[in-house]
DNA sequence: TTGATAGTTCGGCAGGGGCCGAAGGATCAT
DNA sequence: ATGATCCTTCGGCCCCTGCCGAACTATCAA
């Protein structure tokens, strides 16, 4: 019963105009401050607040105090995928224009403040794909990766610190993440943070200054056939 | 603005408890009469009524008369997966009870009425996959998949109508539908219909008698090995 | 024709929730 | 400290909408 009620109670928060133009901004994946939030869905600044923190409580962003400044981001890619199918019933096509600026000047960003410690987009896809095709990692239910024998060698190889991840106290890990643009899932958790710990040690790939963008680098592209196997 | 409007719209229609209940109910892929939906989610008939209009208006639901009986079924598969991905940020693991009774009853049922005439559930993921590995699809997008060269000769070799299927007018060509239960795109489209087209006309899967459900025959298990170079 | 069933439309009630003004912390700049 | 900025909480207004009773249409069964 609190099961079908759970579904109207998130629809119910993304049907409200006011909310709804929040969460198309912030579709951008990037986090963006109250005053920004409530200028953009044309109310009060204290009508946002009470909107934020209502979709705050239902999970729907994440909030980050900095200075007087608060930031609200969508608390997670399914949330993203939520409104992204939404937007597809209703008809829409391209994503929002505050949106789509943001994508066509970063093209490479894919959704990646909340997948923030492992590879998304293309390259995490690339990744996962690699080691699911060489046998190394298998889907575990839906949620889950299980690391075979064979993966557990592989990566201590490469470098990637998988005792550590294993240790990783309560967190998951090896989770399947839905990637927002590429539909797929890819390895995040402890395990998605190690290997892309390993990318980023080893100059495989490098984070763009304040950007969530990441970038292969050209030994990273020519490790990802070498090692992987893959191409992109 | 309108286009914010739309999302929020869409949104609250799926945002009331009752609304959500019917919603919820036909996610059985079936249709549904007024007073069942009515009687699940709790209220009159006269107010039901009310709520089925607003969703047949708003392209959520699509209505078919048939006696003095009225029969209400989601619009589309876009409304499925909203709904779907909804459900999925609710945190519910499992559809609900209603549907997965349904879903027990005939486990390889994965919403096949409004993903009719292409292979759905773990055929056509395999399927999309197998296509994706050997290099003869390629996401396009977020929304399609381009057949390559290689692709195109493939489909030819083992009899998918693949002109007949890119001359199919307005129709997309190759959508990426993303699977309710398995969560991953397969191929859906004039030419996921054409793939399916194939797999019938020679035998590799059948629909079985008065159901949704597509069973793969032991050629067609052994067609998937020996053509795609996937195992089911 | 008469009655029963399925569904819709209409009207009025009542509650929920969105909105803003006012006021109150928190943080930063000077 | 003083003011400015950012954000929140509180209180009250008001509209929107979900709800049902009643009445009406359409189909089916005698």
Known sequence: MTTINALSEVAALMGDPARAAML???????????????????????????????????NLLAARAQGRNRFYRLASSEVAHAIESLMNVAGMRAPPASASAA??????????????????????????????????????????????????LFCQRIGVDVDGARRAGSRHFARQCLDWSERRPHIS???????????????????????????????????????????L
């Open 24 to 58: 198309s901004l912030l579709m951008d994946g990037r986090a963006h401050t109250a005053s920004e939030l409530a200028l953009t869905a044309g109310i009060t600044a204290q009508t946002a607040s009470g909107h934020l923190a209502r979709m705050v409580a239902g």
């Open 103 to 152: 994508w066509r000047r970063d093209p490479d960003l894919r959704f990646c403040r909340t997948c923030y410690d492992h590879l998304a987009g293309q390259v995490g896809i690339a990744v996962t794909d690699a080691l699911t095709r060489a046998g190394h990692i298998e889907p575990e239910g839906t949620r889950d990766w299980k690391l075979t024998d064979g993966g557990d």
């Open 189 to 231: 958790g402890a395990l998605g943070a190690a290997i892309a710990d390993t990318f980023f040690r080893r100059g495989w790939a490098e984070r763009l200054r304040r950007s969530r963008t990441v970038r292969l680098t050209d030994s990273g592209r020519r490790a990802l056939g070498s090692q992987f196997g893959a191409t």
